[in-house]
């Protein structure tokens, strides 16, 4: 299985909701800074269709998820 790459920003309280749960769960995953990465950014939003939304997370089957909550999160994971 790849890692889960998830975009996000240090500030954000979801990308930090969601970084907590994937550690708790033992979940690997990249950790990819936007606010400090122009590509990554640039990245994050042509991989979320447009949207400015934070965290985007990309799963090892290439599904995203944008600003998900936990229960989405923790759905998607298990699938």
Same mark, same amino acid.
């Given at each position: 299985?790849?890692?889960?790459?998830?975009? #996000?920003?240090?500030?954000? #309280?979801?990308?930090?909701?969601?970084?907590?749960?994937l550690?708790?769960?033992?979940? +690997?995953?990249?950790?990819?800074?936007?606010?400090?990465?122009?590509?990554?950014?640039?990245?994050?939003?042509?991989?979320?269709? #447009?949207?400015?939304?934070? +965290?985007?997370?990309?799963? +090892?089957? #290439?599904?995203?998820?944008?600003?998900p909550?936990?229960?989405?999160?923790?759905?998607?994971?298990?699938?």
């Open positions: 299985m790849s890692e889960i790459v998830l975009y #996000g920003a240090d500030w954000c #309280g979801d990308c930090r909701r969601a970084k907590a749960w550690r708790e769960h033992e979940v +690997p995953f990249t950790d990819v800074d936007v606010e400090h990465d122009d590509a990554a950014r640039d990245k994050a939003i042509e991989i979320a269709g #447009g949207r400015k939304n934070i +965290p985007v997370i990309v799963l +090892p089957d #290439g599904a995203v998820l944008v600003e909550t936990t229960t989405q999160l923790a759905q998607a994971i298990k699938r």
